[in-house]
DNA sequence: AGGCTAACGCAACGATGAGTGCGATAATTT
DNA sequence: AAATTATCGCACTCATCGTTGCGTTAGCCT
């Protein structure tokens, strides 16, 4: 008696799904926030309008979802050897993911769908920037205290991309690095 | 023959520009974000909508405008009389306004508006720190780069409010101060 | 106080987004 | 290979947003 409910995630669905999560990336960069609509969305990603009401229901639950799956796995955690160098490896691959524009428009469309919009964009830099300090802890090395760590890299980088709308460039990430180790 | 296009600031005017503002602030907290309508926003605040459209034209610049309302002025640059006792009040201050849940609110929205609504929300914060600075700088101290200031005060400040969803105590504050003055 | 005109309210229309029932398709299982 | 059923496409309806023309109200100036 167990109503399990099955889903199917091969074939056809994970092909719509790709299609809409890249049509919602294209029209946040495309146009202002108001054409990012649902019907909008599904004619970009061939799909009929019922299907993106039926799976994701409203923008905001679709721009979650479509952000989660960006901003998931696309940086690698780097292992150089040092906690100096995976850290500055690191943080030039964030600041170069972050000086994509249409990055930015997805990242400010879910912020604005949402109280945990930004969470969702941020969420796998900060667990990155955990088991980049885990290993070095592991290593025996002395380490920062995340938090700081979050402080000094993470918010410098975002603010700037956000409120600021200034490039960041690999120097002065790694200015940063510099900094948080040397305190 | 010139053609001065004579405004009319007073009165009337000025009383549905603030409400207008007022019911955008309270709809952004209130709920999601696609309730945040043109035709929603003028029936709180009492006004046709029509008058709306023709003011303010979209609910991109509608947000845009209330931002900038909002986050100016509304904090007040202290003078201690020394950098530290400055900077100290004024990082209070300003978590202090980043810990109500109806400013949160109205800044992701405005984010979400357009590629400039993160510098409409702290555009001023920017020109706030860097009279604290230029104060301190005339009295004849030591005074740090507004970009490095920026980067360990505003950064992790906005960052934690918007990605991380954590609130910013003073003590906290107060240790970001001390940071970026002892380095 | 009276005129001038910017700003607002009202009514109506077209366009489009949001939601629903039903049949067709294709992924998964036996 | 056949059956099962989650998922999608289609046609249709309802609600609401965006816009325009016109009359009215109420700041500002002489």
């Not at 202002?32 to 909008?40: D, F, G, M, S």
């Not at 292992?79 to 600041?95: F, N, Q």
């Not at 969420?123 to 802890?137: F, M």
């Amino acid at each position: 008696m167990t109503e399990a409910v099955q889903t199917r995630p091969g074939g056809r669905s994970a092909r719509v799904r790709a299609a809409v999560h890249r049509a919602v990336e294209e029209l946040a960069a495309a146009g202002p926030a108001e054409t990012l609509t649902i019907p909008a969305v599904a004619a970009r990603a061939g799909v009929h309008p019922t299907t993106v009401y039926r799976r994701w229901g409203s923008v905001g639950q679709l721009l979650a979802d479509a952000a989660t799956s960006r901003f998931s796995g696309n940086v690698v955690v780097p292992d150089t050897g040092s906690l100096a160098g995976d850290l500055e490896r690191w943080m030039d691959d964030v600041a170069t993911d972050l000086a994509d524009p249409d990055v930015l428009a997805l990242m400010r469309a879910t912020i604005g769908s949402g109280p945990d919009g930004g969470c969702a964009c941020a969420v796998d830099r900060h667990e990155q920037l955990g088991a980049i300090i885990e290993r070095e802890q592991a290593r025996g090395g002395k380490v920062p205290e995340l938090e700081r760590a979050v402080d000094m890299l993470l918010g410098p980088l975002y603010y700037r991309a956000i409120f600021a709308g200034q490039p960041a460039s690999g120097e002065w990430a790694r200015g940063l690095v510099a900094a948080l180790l040397a305190g």
